[in-house]
């Protein structure tokens, strides 16, 4: 079984900055894209920031010039450091995957349960 499991949330105060972290364990074949979305209360979950296997990053304009997605292929791991947050980066931070589990099917999405990020003065 495949999970993707977070780590790093927490509350911070405005200008401040944190690192969410999220591995991918179980059985599978590979790993497509992996990305970080949020969720803020009240609304709907939205991307922050993808990265495919080959490193190419892609940010929602709010993150830009903040945010820095990264991974690690070799430990199956995705990285979202965050710089100057605000208190609109407030919600719950998802991980997400693009999982192959083997060689004969497609890849599919999975999602980590979520990390709270609270930005509060």
């Known amino acids: 079984q495949v999970q993707l499991v977070e780590s790093g949330g927490g509350l911070v105060q405005p200008g401040g900055s944190l690192r969410l972290s999220c591995a991918a364990s179980?059985?599978?074949?590979?790993?497509?894209?992996m990305g970080w979305y949020r969720q803020a209360p009240g609304k709907q979950r939205e991307l922050v920031a993808s990265?495919?296997?080959?490193?190419?990053?892609n940010y929602a304009d709010s993150a830009k010039g903040r945010f820095t997605i990264s991974r690690d292929n070799a430990k199956n791991t995705v990285d979202l450091q965050m710089n100057s947050l605000k208190p609109e980066d407030t919600g719950v931070y998802f991980c997400?995957?693009?999982?192959?589990?083997?060689?004969?099917?497609?890849?599919?999405?999975?999602w980590g349960e979520g990390t709270l990020v609270t930005v509060s003065s």
């Open positions: 179980g059985s599978f074949f590979s790993i497509n894209a």
């Open positions: 990265i495919t296997g080959s490193g190419s990053a």
């Open positions: 997400h995957g693009e999982i192959r589990r083997t060689l004969s099917i497609k890849a599919t999405d999975y």
